[in-house]
């Protein structure tokens, strides 16, 4: 891709892709793994130290060791500083393409579906988006959905996520325009969650902490459906929350 002795180049061409608006930071070792493992085109790698790359790469990742060392340009830790705010412990970082946001909507509003789409509505917090992303890609959901503000590809999102929105669908949506299927919402005044079995054409609606869901897609809920949670608790953490539920559909889907 580039000259491995040459950090001066890198750091232009990392400069130069990172400028394009479809290009995702690809932050640390793990996610640069499940990038390629799941098929995402990257741009670039950089690396402080090639050798222990390659040493990390057949440790923990055989399957795509030649790849990475193919691609890696090793630069000074001052040049990744330079272009990752806060460098991974690992010392590596790439960019990668953003896979073309109409065709994963298209994927996510395509039925019949074979498992749930996790919608959060409104979420704040970047972290808990990228936990979220995790799970879904584990649990092998359809993708994830948010709404409001919050661009579920920011770089701390895709970071938390393990680079795992490579593996599922992402997507920021209006509320209005959610995928098609029945609207099941997590919510503290509706019925357990263990009454329900939840089928897979379902959109699986979470809240934020502090607000909930809002009250637009409380309205059009063809459920609210509750974890039961010890009294005098407030909440449980958002990607706890989806964890639970979407272990609760595949405890269902396995005794069909």
């Given at each position: 891709?580039?000259?491995?002795?040459?950090?001066?180049?890198?750091?232009?061409?990392?400069?130069?892709?990172?400028?394009?608006?479809?290009?995702?930071?690809i932050d640390g070792f793990h996610a640069l793994k499940h990038t390629l493992r799941?098929?995402?085109?990257?741009?670039?790698?950089?690396?402080?130290?090639?050798?222990?790359?390659?040493?990390?790469?057949?440790?923990?990742?055989?399957?795509?060791?030649?790849?990475?060392?193919?691609?890696?340009?090793?630069?000074?830790?001052?040049?990744?500083?330079?272009?990752?705010?806060?460098?991974?412990?690992?010392?590596?970082?790439?960019?990668?393409?953003?896979?073309?946001?109409?065709?994963?909507?298209?994927?996510?509003?395509?039925?019949?579906?074979?498992?749930?789409?996790?919608?959060?509505?409104?979420?704040?917090?970047?972290?808990?988006?990228?936990?979220?992303?995790?799970?879904?890609?584990?649990?092998?959901?359809?993708?994830?959905?948010?709404?409001?503000?919050?661009?579920?590809?920011?770089?701390?999102?895709?970071?938390?996520?393990?680079g795992l929105h490579f593996a599922t669908d992402v997507a920021r949506l209006p509320?209005?325009?959610?995928?098609?299927?029945?609207?099941?919402?997590?919510?503290?005044?509706?019925?357990?969650?263990h009454s329900t079995r939840l089928p897979d054409q379902a959109l699986l609606v979470?809240?934020?902490?502090?607000?909930?869901?809002?009250?637009?897609?409380?309205?059009?809920?063809?459920?609210?459906?509750?974890?039961?949670?010890?009294?005098?608790?407030?909440?449980?953490?958002?990607?706890?929350?989806?964890?639970?539920?979407?272990?609760?559909?595949?405890?269902?889907?396995?005794?069909?």
């Amino acid at each position: 891709m580039t000259n491995h002795d040459d950090p001066d180049l890198a750091l232009r061409q990392w400069r130069a892709a990172a400028a394009d608006p479809s290009t995702v930071l690809i932050d640390g070792f793990h996610a640069l793994k499940h990038t390629l493992r799941f098929g995402g085109e990257l741009r670039q790698i950089v690396t402080t130290d090639r050798s222990a790359l390659g040493e990390l790469s057949r440790a923990l990742a055989p399957d795509v060791a030649k790849a990475v060392l193919a691609a890696a340009v090793e630069v000074p830790p001052a040049v990744l500083r330079e272009v990752v705010a806060r460098p991974h412990p690992t010392g590596v970082a790439a960019l990668a393409v953003r896979p073309d946001p109409e065709l994963a909507l298209a994927r996510l509003s395509a039925l019949p579906r074979r498992a749930p789409v996790v919608v959060l509505d409104n979420p704040r917090n970047l972290g808990n988006v990228g936990a979220v992303v995790r799970l879904a890609a584990g649990f092998g959901v359809t993708g994830v959905v948010t709404t409001g503000d919050l661009d579920p590809w920011h770089p701390t999102v895709v970071r938390a996520g393990a680079g795992l929105h490579f593996a599922t669908d992402v997507a920021r949506l209006p509320a209005d325009r959610l995928p098609p299927g029945p609207l099941y919402v997590l919510d503290p005044e509706g019925e357990s969650i263990h009454s329900t079995r939840l089928p897979d054409q379902a959109l699986l609606v979470f809240g934020s902490e502090r607000h909930g869901v809002s009250e637009e897609l409380r309205s059009r809920a063809d459920a609210l459906l509750a974890i039961p949670m010890r009294p005098l608790v407030s909440s449980f953490n958002l990607a706890t929350s989806v964890g639970m539920g979407l272990f609760h559909w595949q405890a269902h889907t396995a005794t069909r």
